[in-house]
Structures are given as C-alpha cells and as structure tokens.
C-alpha cells in the first residue's frame, strides 16, 4: 500500500511537471579536449547540488545507509521514474529520499510550524541527459528565511546554531552518498 501511495503521489504531480526539463549544462569553452567534454553542474541560488560518482539507486542507498548511521529516520523514499512509467511515461531514473532527525528539526518547527512543508528533509538524485548523476535539496539558510526563524529557539539555543548544524550535516551526508 505505501509503495502504492508514492507511485499514485507521483503519477498526480507528474502532469504538474510534464514540460520540466533538467537544466541543460552550459558549453564550456576551452582549447583543452578532455576539459571541453566536462558537464557543468546545474545552479539554482536556492539549491545546494553536487554530482554524484554513483547512480541514483546507489546514491540514495548510501545515503539513507549515513541519514541512519547518524541518528536520522528515513521516513520515505519516492521513485518518480516509477511513478512516470505507472502512467506511460518515461524518465530517467528520478528519486527522493526524505529523512529527518528529531533533534535537529523539532527545534525548527517549534519556532514555525510551518517549517514542517520542508520537513523532513528532501534530498533529490537524478540522471540527466548526459548520463551524469546529481543529486540537490534545499539550502538550510533559505529555509530559516522562508521560516523567518532567528534569534534563540525554545530551548534558548541561537536559531542560526540549528541551520548551520542541519546545512553540515546535509553536506556530510551528501558527500558520503555522492563519492565512490
């Protein structure tokens, strides 16, 4: 049935995003033939993205395997290409992996409950058109302004302390999943 669910939530927002492409990499330009075959990574001001050296299965693996290792609760995992097969589409392969850690984000939602739209975490893995794996979620620093979380949280601990210890952790995690 949960599995189910995912593919349904899936199928219902792909219409959503059916014209959406991945951003297409920028040429670079170089006289050096090796560099000239590099894939700029995507940008987006909101995002934190990186590449990945493994797929996106592997990649996700890994980092449900470290969210674990480090206290985190994976609570979902969405397979979109699933989703988009479910409805005659298809997509390269495309997954989620929601995780959260009480510690780090109930002191967030106790600041604005409304964090709880952004959490748990999100964090995106996609191959594009290239072959190449990226993976993305949302820099902490703009979920505390989207949240207009500052000053001290209910435990009397700097609002700030808690979006550096989120963004660290994501970049650890992240750079586990994402390396060999």
Do not use: C
């Not at 792909?14 to 990499?25: E, R």
Request: charged letters at 20%; zero cysteines; proline letters at 6%.
């Amino acid at each position: 049935m949960r599995n189910t669910v995912f593919v349904l939530a899936a199928a219902l927002f792909l219409p959503l995003t059916a014209g959406a492409q991945t951003p297409k990499p920028a040429p670079v330009a170089t006289t050096n033939p090796a560099a000239a075959k590099l894939v700029k990574a995507p940008t987006d001001n909101n995002l934190v993205i990186r590449e990945s050296a493994n797929s996106v299965k592997d990649t996700l693996d890994k980092l449900a395997k470290a969210a674990e290792a480090k206290g985190a609760k994976v609570v979902a995992r969405v397979d979109h290409a699933a989703g988009a097969k479910a409805v005659g589409a298809e997509m390269k392969p495309t997954e989620v992996l929601m995780f959260g850690n009480p510690k780090l984000g109930t002191p967030v939602m106790l600041g604005n409950v409304r964090a709880g739209l952004d959490l748990p975490l999100k964090v995106l893995a996609w191959e594009d058109a290239t072959g190449k794996v990226w993976v993305a979620y949302t820099k902490p620093a703009v979920l505390q302004s989207r949240y207009r979380l500052v000053g001290k949280d209910a435990a009397g601990k700097e609002q700030a302390a808690n979006f550096k210890a989120i963004a660290d952790a994501l970049d650890g995690l992240t750079g586990a999943a994402t390396s060999k």
